[in-house]
């Protein structure tokens, strides 16, 4: 009889064991991703099932970027939303952003809120502003699309994204050299995505910088960008 019983003990340890074994791995992590200038958070999508895919718990935020300024986007919208969506307030975020969404980020830091900012990524970041803003800043046009966040992105050292400081996050940074639009190309200084300058998507403090040959509209839909965004998430550098 005792013999039955250590048999069927040993048979309940090793299937019980098994078990758990087999159960689905826990999130990679919580990431947020933050769209860009005058765009909506279906431009992030294919980014997003990519992150779902790799196991990572996804917020795909939505905010009025043409609407307030930078410092009312990030304190009033973005903020907000993030804590709506990950409830849990144990561990960190981490942020995969295009454009704008760098600068929101960066605000965020700024601000001290209680997101603890794990690691990032920014796509294509005026992170020195662009010298677009600086030459059509003031035509109504410009205004129009933009928004006031859009005229806070000059490349003056009073603009917002020269204001905020190094990073303070392990920060990767892709920017492209590719352009569709010749006439932007046309006011910035040297290799540019069509929007920024890019030396001007570089920041002090970041922990690596890729180079990819996209355009600065669609570079998050790169197959190879995504990619690289979540090999960053993941080991804090790029892909060799």
Not at 190 to 217: C, R, S, W, Y
Request: charge should be neutral.
């Amino acid at each position: 009889m005792r013999r039955i019983l250590v048999l069927l003990l040993v048979s309940f340890i090793s299937s019980n064991t098994l078990s758990i074994a087999a159960e689905p791995a826990l999130s990679a992590g919580k990431v947020v991703l933050l769209h860009g200038l005058a765009r909506t958070a279906s431009s992030m999508v294919s980014l997003e099932q990519q992150l779902n895919n790799a196991g990572y718990t996804v917020c795909n935020i939505d905010y009025p970027s043409r609407k307030y300024r930078i410092e009312t986007l990030a304190k009033t919208f973005v903020l907000p939303a993030i804590k709506n969506c990950f409830t849990e307030p144990s561990g960190s975020v981490h942020f995969v952003t295009h454009s704008l969404g760098g600068i929101i980020v960066r605000q965020l830091a700024a601000e001290a809120s209680d997101v603890n900012i794990g690691r990032v990524v920014m796509l294509s970041p005026p992170n020195q502003g662009s010298e677009v803003v600086d030459k059509l800043g003031n035509w109504g046009l410009f205004s129009w699309i933009n928004g006031p966040a859009g005229r806070q992105l000059g490349t003056a050292q009073d603009a917002l994204p020269n204001q905020l400081g190094p990073a303070t996050f392990e920060l990767g940074i892709i920017t492209g050299n590719r352009s569709i639009n010749w006439i932007l190309s046309s006011l910035l200084p040297g290799p540019d995505d069509g929007k920024v300058a890019i030396d001007n998507a570089k920041l002090q403090g970041m922990q690596d910088f890729l180079l990819v040959e996209q355009t600065h509209p669609f570079i998050m839909s790169s197959r190879q960008v995504q990619q690289q965004a979540i090999h960053f998430l993941q080991y804090g550098q790029f892909q060799q």
